[in-house]
């Protein structure tokens, strides 16, 4: 089993938009099925289709990969999903909530939305992770995040598939990481 600094961190959230995808299995392949941490990830969706993201990234990973119920408690080694067209929050007992209210920047799940309600809850023990993506979605987050005292990455964009949404969250977080997808996933290695 694979030892882990105890407790600097306890959960991840990691959003992107065209390229995210591929960009998160990059980095979620490494991870061990014990891995310490509840990871939650925010990518944009089509609404109305049925998807088969997350069996999708499960053929590629070791860590469980599921959508997020509503008033599901976050456990550790598992990644949430944000399920198309809902608006993800995590409330302060470590539960999801799902939203439909108005979707920001055009997308609903909003990175943004599930950055600023994990700040609220893990504070200095959060990481936040930018991916690739063709929007602004993420920086605020990533920047209320940052203020909370957790560690803001952000994907090279000389890496990614689409450079707006990495770009973006640089420039809105001047003290974020700007790491590889392998660097990354050796960052979350060693929480």
């Not at 990495?166 to 700007?178: D, G, H, N």
Request: hydrophobic share 45%; net charge neutral; glycine share 8%.
């Amino acid at each position: 089993m694979k030892v882990y600094m105890s407790g600097k961190y306890k959960a991840v959230v990691m959003g992107g938009s065209w390229g995210g995808m591929n960009a998160a299995v990059e980095i979620l392949k490494y991870l061990p099925a014990d891995y310490p941490l509840p990871i939650v990830l925010v990518l944009h969706r089509l609404k109305g289709v049925i998807s088969e993201l997350p069996a999708l990234i499960r053929k590629k990973t070791y860590v469980q990969i599921k959508e997020a119920d509503e008033k599901e408690k976050m456990q550790p080694g598992t990644v949430y999903i944000a399920p198309a067209d809902y608006h993800l929050l995590i409330e302060q007992d470590q539960t999801f909530s799902l939203d439909v209210s108005e979707a920001i920047l055009f997308s609903r799940p909003s990175i943004d939305v599930t950055f600023e309600s994990a700040a609220e809850v893990f504070g200095k023990k959060l990481i936040g992770i930018v991916l690739s993506g063709a929007s602004k979605d993420g920086s605020q987050g990533l920047y209320t995040i940052c203020r909370a005292g957790g560690q803001a990455i952000v994907q090279d964009p000389r890496q990614a598939e689409v450079t707006t949404m990495p770009q973006a969250a640089i420039e809105t977080v001047k003290r974020a990481k700007v790491l590889t997808l392998d660097e990354i996933a050796a960052y979350l290695l060693a929480v």
